[in-house]
């Protein structure tokens, strides 16, 4: 068994969900299911994404070791490179008004001319 499909395992008997109750919610077969669950089948990102929407957990919670708690440790990192990222687009979002309206200057000049 996978770290991935271990990790489903244990959250879906945290749950107290059956196989079949887990695959009715994913819109997926119960043998479908249980192939995720044991390793059998290779689980894309939009698989993953649903399945931790599912069990209100990461995908990092997903893919990750025993022991490993990636999501509470870089929590507080993460949300600070949020912030940073949100402030980067805004400067481009300016930086990119400031071109246009350079460009319309430099335009209405040379229609004067």
Known sequence: M??????IRTLR?????????????????????????????????????????LFQVTVIDLISKEGEHHHSENAAEISMLKEKLALK?????NLQKKVIELYEEIRNMLKQN
């Open 89 to 93: 687009e805004e400067e481009i979002i």
């Open 2 to 7: 996978t770290v991935i499909g271990k990790n």
């Open 13 to 53: 008997q945290r749950q107290s969900w059956s196989q079949g109750e887990v695959a009715k919610q994913l819109e997926i077969s119960i043998p479908a299911f249980s192939k995720i669950e044991t390793g059998i089948t290779d689980v894309n990102m939009s698989r993953l994404e649903q399945i931790a929407a």
